[in-house]
């Protein structure tokens, strides 16, 4: 049985929505497709920021 990461993932990201973070839920690969970019022309602080 494989271990439920994203299951632990989700949890951790309500559980600090509900203490008033900002939580944004998104693919790992999503995240590493924009990242490169994001650090060329500089908006990859302000997207995560957004």
Not at 20 to 36: D, I
Request: aromatic letters at 4%; hydrophobic letters at 40%.
């Amino acid at each position: 049985m494989a271990p439920a990461r994203p299951h632990i993932a989700q949890a951790l990201g309500h559980l600090a929505g509900r203490q008033g973070a900002t939580v944004r839920f998104t693919k790992t690969s999503r995240v590493m497709a924009e990242l490169p970019g994001g650090h060329a022309d500089r908006t990859w602080a302000s997207a995560c920021e957004s």
